[in-house]
């Protein structure tokens, strides 16, 4: 019997899932940008007006990384773990694309994944065999679980 996941917390999750990251990094850089423009007064008196837009695009992107993190939650508490291999992998600045494949009851599915390409996730370009955390609900849908445990070297031992 394949092994049950333990569900990754939310850092790990922003550092390893592309959806999950943009939705934190989107309102951070809109504040940042605010109060450097507010703090050193180069908005003029007129940049108090945009604190509404940055609150509203906070909240939006705040929701979609709350929703995106019930989606992965819910995914890893039904996942288990099984043995992969990376087809290809490609990045381009901070997005990554990781194409692999795995078996799972009998069948063989590919899978293509986006990441968050940062340090914490860049050392997957040098594995060939991975971790694959799938959906025994939906066996298509899975995710490369070296990422979300933060261990290049999380592999099950009898591989």
Known sequence: MPEKLPIPGLWKVIEADYPAWLGFVIPTAAWVFFLFLWLTKIGGPEIVRMAGPVSLLTAICLTWLAIRYAILRAHFSRAVKVPGKIVRYLHLQDLGRVIYTYVYNGQEYRVTNYI??????????????????????????????????GKPEDRDEEE
């Open 116 to 149: 968050h390409a940062s340090t914490r996730t860049l050392f997957i370009d040098k594995l060939t065999e991975i971790s694959v955390a799938v959906d025994t609900r939906n066996p298509r849908s899975a995710l490369v679980w070296n990422l979300y445990s």
